[in-house]
């Protein structure tokens, strides 16, 4: 394989890597904040159930500090809103990345359609 054909199949591999990294990387991170998001709103349907005067305390790192009930109740609306948001910007930015990545897949496998050296050497891969 010549240089130009080397340099740009080590190229493509490595976006095919770095699209793979930061697809992972949103799908751990989207599952996160499904968690943080369905945390707060049990939360929230377990402070409604409350009433008023109940002496609550919100969780700020290992602390746990006082906070009245309405304040926290909105607290947890809020932050379970902003995550839905969040959820949903990441959910577009996995669709594009899942279209970068089929992209990159079949990038793949026209070079080496293309490439004499390359469909020797894959010539004996299951697809």
Do not use: C, H
């Not at 746990?64 to 379970?80: G, V």
Request: hydrophobic letters at 35%; aromatic letters at 8%.
């Amino acid at each position: 394989m010549d240089e130009v054909t080397q340099k740009d199949w080590e190229g493509l591999q490595r976006k095919v890597m770095e699209n793979q990294g930061q697809l992972k990387a949103v799908i751990a991170g989207a599952r996160t904040k499904e968690g943080e998001k369905k945390r707060n709103e049990l939360t929230e349907q377990e402070l409604a159930e409350l009433p008023d005067e109940t002496v609550v305390y919100k969780s700020i790192g290992r602390a746990f500090l006082y906070a009245p009930k309405p304040e926290l109740q909105d607290f947890m609306k809020n932050s379970a809103s902003a995550l839905g948001e969040e959820l949903e910007k990441m959910k577009t930015t996995k669709a594009y990345l899942e279209r970068q990545q089929t992209e990159l897949e079949n990038n793949v496998k026209e070079f080496i359609q293309n490439s004499p050296f390359l469909k020797a050497r894959f010539a004996g891969v299951a697809r």
